[in-house]
């Protein structure tokens, strides 16, 4: 029996972790500092991480800046920061 290799991108699964934070500041500082504790597992797309409401998920804030850096990578600030973007290895 040949392997053939197959077109379609193997299943991926996302891990859904609900912390509970009384307010948006300190849920985007909480969400940082796990983020940043993560950087060095390859499964976790630490430029990724969004905040939101519990009652609306669907409405989702940008944790880090989402610019694509000419790298390819991402902006390793805050979102909505001030001054440059910094293409730097980990947020």
Same mark, same amino acid.
């Given at each position: 029996?040949?392997?053939t290799e197959s ?24 969400? &940082? ?8 597992? *390859?499964?976790?797309? =630490?430029? $990724? ?24 990578? &991402? ?8 001054? *440059?973007?910094?293409? =730097?290895? $980990?947020?």
């Amino acid at each position: 029996m040949a392997f053939t290799e197959s077109a379609e991108p193997p299943p991926r699964h996302v891990i859904h972790l609900p912390v509970a934070v009384p307010d948006l500041a300190g849920a985007l500082e909480l969400a &940082r500092t796990l983020a940043r504790s993560l950087t060095s597992t *390859p499964q976790v797309d =630490v430029a $990724a991480t969004t905040v939101s409401a519990e009652d609306a998920q669907h409405v989702r804030h940008w944790v880090f800046c989402d610019r694509i850096m000419p790298d390819r990578r &991402r902006c390793a600030r805050e979102a909505d920061h001030g001054g *440059p973007c910094l293409p =730097v290895d $980990a947020p």
